[in-house]
Structure formats: C-alpha cells, structure tokens
C-alpha cells in the first residue's frame, strides 16, 4: 500500500474554530501584559554602595537605594490576579478581551474570520456573562465589601436629589469598587452590541462603517449617530427606496411579511396551474341510447 506523503506540522490544516480560539486568547493574554503597570514589568536596580569614611568605625552607609513601588501601583497590579471574589479577574477580561472583536469588525469588517467570529451571537453573550458574574457577586454585600449601599443608589432616581447633586451621587457611588466594575463592564458589553449591530447592519446594506463603529468603540452613542448619517449620504447616490434610512427591525418585518404573501401567491398558482378545473360529471351513471324514429 502506497504511504500518504510527509506533511510538516506547519503544513497541516488547522481547524478554524480552534485557531480563532487560540487567536482571541493570545491577543487577550498580551493586552492583559500590557496592561500592567511598567513598574512591575521593570527590573529591579542593584544597590550603589557609599564609599565608607576612613576614619571612624561606623557602618557603611547606602546611598543609593532600589526603587518602590507605592501600595496603591501594588494593589492595583495584583488585585486582578488575587481577589478571591473573581470580581477583578471579570473586570479585566471585559476590558481587554473584546478589544480585539473590535480590531476584527474595524479594520477587517469583510474577512471571512471576523464574520465567523463575530456573526454568532455566542461571543457577545460570553462577555455578558462576565458582567453578570461581577453582578451577582457583587449583590447582598455591605458597603465594606466594595458594594455601594442601595440607599445611595436609589438617589440617582430621585428627582430633587439628582437636581441639587445629581453627579455629586454619582461620584459617591463610583468611590465604591464593585459599582465602578459592574457600571464599567455594563457600557462595555452594550457598547460592543451598538457595534456588532451597526456591522452586521452596515453589511446588509453594503455600506462603509468602520467609521461608525470605531466611534462608538470610543464615546458609544455618536458612533450610532454617524452611521445614520452615513447611511442617509450613501442614500443620495442610490436611488432605489431601500437605501434611505429606516428602523431595521421594521424594514426586516415588512419584507418578511412580504416574501411571505409572495410565496403565498405563488404557490397557489402553481397549485391551480397543476389542478385545472373539470366538468361536471356523474361517476358510475351512464345515459342509455335513444334511436332516432326518424332514421330508417
């Protein structure tokens, strides 16, 4: 039997799920690297020793000293890999993570991997379970623990405290590190939702939208205003009804509704073209034959 031919590790065919698993996890582990403050990155400075005084016996003396690191760079560095809440570690996966769904749906919005990725619903739905997770880990614990008081919470919807310290609220509630994750993470997920649906929206339409969806990666809402706006310039040079701006949602009903009375035409005139109507008759009666008397 003949032997199928050497192929080189580098040669084999990789499965695609598995190389886009292995992608999003490396460029998610080297944004976490760089994320971490440079001080802990930086090696460490040997000690200078002083040159000591030749007369008397006292100790040497270190003029120089190796550099430290104050306890809040410290705590910063270390809280996502030690916080036995699993709080921190959910805070920095929803920060860095989907960054890199965000390089795939700008700069390469039309590869057949980023629409792979990114056109399933699953990889959005597994960032929201992150915030989730930072949610109910977060509920039920006192103020000591992180967890803003539901009290002070409940101010931001009172409309006479909100009109005489509204941000004031705020900033009180953002002093509490279990609110500051979940709010952050909460703008995150639905910020990378505005932008998954302004691509796949943009696709359907075939129009640009890097644009739009690199702005709304920045400050959300506006990227959602520009891609309107573009939408409404793209409808000044194409004439047919489709390209003007409408709600997506809407415009997808009504096609639908229409394909469906289509097919609903269609199929009962082949239904008739098939079946054409017959005369009456009556099964099984035959009519006897009658002589003409006249006829010889």
């Known amino acids: 039997p003949r032997r199928a031919p050497h192929r080189s590790p580098l040669e084999c065919p990789l499965e695609p799920s598995v190389a886009i698993v292995g992608m999003v996890a490396a460029l998610g582990a080297l944004c976490f690297a760089l994320s971490l403050p440079r001080t802990l990155l930086a090696p460490v400075q040997p000690l200078r020793r002083a040159t000591a005084a030749p007369v008397t016996l006292a100790p040497v003396q270190r003029t120089g000293a190796a550099p430290t ?74 103020p000591e623990a992180g967890t803003a008081p539901i009290e002070l919470f409940n101010n931001l919807f009172n409309p006479v405290v909100v009109g005489e310290r509204g941000i004031d609220v705020y900033l009180e509630l953002g002093t509490y590190k279990n609110f500051a994750a979940e709010e952050w993470t909460h703008e995150l997920v639905w910020d990378l939702f505005v932008g998954r649906w302004i691509w796949l929206e943009g696709r359907r339409r075939d129009i640009f939208t890097s644009h ?22 793209y409808a000044l040079f194409r004439p047919e009804p489709g390209a003007r701006w409408a709600d997506p949602e809407a415009l997808r009903t009504e096609m639908e509704v229409q394909r469906a009375a289509l097919a609903s035409n269609a199929a009962a005139e082949a239904e008739a073209a098939a079946d054409p109507p017959q005369s009456l008759q009556l099964p099984g009666l035959k009519l006897p034959e009658f002589k003409n008397p006249f006829r010889s």
């Open 69 to 142: 690191m104050d306890a809040t760079t410290i705590q910063l560095a270390t809280s996502a890999l030690e916080d036995p809440t699993g709080i921190a570690q959910a805070f920095a996966f929803v920060t860095f993570v989907p960054q890199n769904f965000w390089l795939l749906i700008v700069f390469a919005p039309n590869w057949k991997v980023t629409r792979q990725v990114f056109e399933p619903l699953w990889p959005l739905c597994i960032v929201a379970l992150f915030h989730l997770f930072i949610v109910v880990a977060s509920a039920g614990k006192p």
């Open 212 to 233: 739009s969806v690199l702005l709304t990666n920045l400050i959300g809402p506006p990227g959602l205003l520009l891609h309107v706006l573009t939408v409404q310039l």
